[in-house]
C-alpha cells in the first residue's frame, strides 16, 4: 500500500521504516530540512540504536522517500498516519496539540479522494474524538474522511525493536468509521497480524486510555520501586533482594523495579500528568491525587540527588565542583527531554556548585542548550577538581569502566543514582561507594 506518515520524529521515523519493512510504499513528511536532509542520505536524525541501517536499506531501495509538501504528501497515501509530537504545554499539566492541529489542516484541505486518517501522536484522554470531528470539518466538500487513532507504545533506546516487534496493536474510531477504519489498518498492518500480534478495536477514547494508563501504570511501578527503596535504606534492607523477590512474582515482573534516580523523557511525565489533569477535570480527584502523588515521588528523588551530594561535600554545593556521569534521560539514546540526570545537573549549578558532565551521546545537546554546565568529553576529564562523583545516567560504558583506572583522580566519593555500578569493585579500587540517599541514614545512625 502507498502509506503517507507526517512527522519525523521519535516516533514517526520507527514507524515508518516498520511499515517499509513491511513491505509497503512509503513517503515520511517532515518541515525541518535538517531532518529531511539526514533521511534523505540514509541517514536517522537523532541517537537511536539500529534504525539508521534500516533507513538506508529502504531508502537505496526506493521504498522510503521524505518530503515537506503537503501537496505531494496528500497525493501520495492511500492512508495516512499522523505522528507529529505532543509535548507537554508551556506552563501546564495538559499536552499542547497544536502541531497536531496544523498537520490535520494542512493535509485534509489538500485531500481530493476518499482517505482514512490514523492517528498516532500522543493525546490527553477525549482529544481524538475532537480532533476527529475537526479533520472531517477540514475536508473538502465531497471527500468522506474517516478518522482512527492508534496510540503508539514504543520505547525509545529499543524503538526499532519494540515497532517491528509491537506487543498489541490499539485503533480505536467511532461507530461509524470503525468498518473501513479496521479494514485499511488490517491491510497496513497484516504482517504483524499473521505473526500473532493481538489487535483490539475500540472506540476512541478507549483508545486515548490506553496508552494513558499504561504509561500511568509504569510510571507508578517504578516510582513504588524508589519509594520502598528508601523504606529498604532506612530498615537496613538489601533493596536489589526485595526487588528480585518482588519481580518473581509473575503477577509483577521484574521490569522497572530498579531502584534509582526516576524517569524522565518526552513520554511518561507528559502522559502521567496529562491523566492527572484530565482526571480532576472529569470530577476523579482521588485518580489524580494518586497520579500527582507518583510524579511528586518521581521528581523527589531529584532533589535527593542534590542534598545527596551537598551532604558529603565538606563544604556544601555552593563553590563546589561536582563531576556528573550522563545527561541523557536514559542509556542508549540522544535525548535530553525531562532528563533527571540533566535536572540535578541544573539543580546544583543553580546552589552554586561548578558542574562538570559527560555522556556518551549528547554532549553536543548540552553545550546547545545549557552552556552553564561544563560539558567534556571523557569520563576522567569530568572528575579533575570534583569533590564527589555522581552516576546519573546508567550508560554501559560507566558500568564497564575500571575504577582503578581512575587511581590519579582527587574524587574519592561516588554516589550512584542508578544502582549500575559493581559496589565491591568501586571499593577495592578505593573509592567510597554510596547508593542514592545513603547519608541520610548514615547521618541518623550517627546521631
Known sequence: MKVTVIGMGRLGVPYLTALAELGHDLLGVDINPETLDALKAGRCPFDEPGITDYIAKHTAAGRMRFTDSYDEAAAHGDVFFLAVPTPQREGAMTMDLSAVEESITALVRRLTRPAVLIGKSSLPVGESGRLAALAAAEAPNGVRLRVGWSPDFLREALSMETTLRPARLVLGSSDADRTVVESIARRVWAGWLEAGVVMLSTDLVTADLTKAAANAFLSTKLSFANLVDDVCQAAGADSRTVATAIGLDPRIGPFGLTAGLGWGGSCLSKDIRALADRAQALGQSAAADFLSSVDQTNTAR??????????????????????????????????????????????????????????????????????ELMVVDAPAEALVGAGVLIVATDWPRYTALDPASLADSTTRTVIDARRCLDPTRWRAAGWEHQQLGAFRHHTAQEA
Request: charged share 20%.
Open 302 to 371: 531529584r532533589e535527593l540527588a542534590v542534598a545527596h551530594a551537598a551532604a558529603v561535600l565538606p563544604g556544601g554545593l555552593n563553590g563546589a565542583v561536582v563531576a556528573l556521569w550522563g545527561a541523557s534521560y536514559k542509556p542508549s539514546v540522544g535525548d535530553i527531554s525531562d532528563s533527571p540526570a540533566l535536572d540535578v545537573a541544573m539543580r546544583m549549578h543553580r546552589a552554586g556548585a561548578e558542574v562538570r558532565v559527560h555522556d556518551p551521546s549528547v554532549n553536543d545537546l548540552v553545550r546547545r542548550h545549557h552552556p
